[in-house]
């Protein structure tokens, strides 16, 4: 069965950000009762605050909803990750989306690249 697939955002506002954290719930909620896995992409900078704060809460929001999600519907076989793509890179989604969904994870957030390499001791 095809993921849900939900795509990173870059919201300028607080509100933005609400707005952004309940759809994103809808849709986890909603595809994990129709038995369909979910992949949350990310820009991987947001994760760690490189960019606006508002990024920040909007990223780490979407991996508390995965993790609380894919943890609590482990045993019914939720599948709900994080995707945390190099900053500027889309990613190839149909690679993420198989691989993702072939390694049978629940509530984890991967990162990909090597772009945060390096950031705390250069």
Known sequence: ??????????????????????????????????????????????????????????ANGLAGIARAAGFEGARAGWQVNVVALPD???????????AVRDLGLTGQVLTLGAGLIGKVIP
Request: proline residues 6%; glycine residues 14%; without cysteine.
């Open 1 to 58: 069965m095809r993921p849900v697939l939900i795509r990173p955002a870059d919201p300028r506002s607080l509100d933005e950000v609400g707005d952004g954290l309940r759809a994103a719930f809808v849709a986890v909620r909603d595809a994990v009762a129709g038995g369909r896995p979910v992949v949350i992409l990310v820009r991987a900078g947001d994760l760690l605050g490189h960019h606006s704060v508002y990024g920040a809460a909007y």
């Open 88 to 98: 500027g890179d889309a990613g190839d989604e149909e690679a993420i989306i198989t």
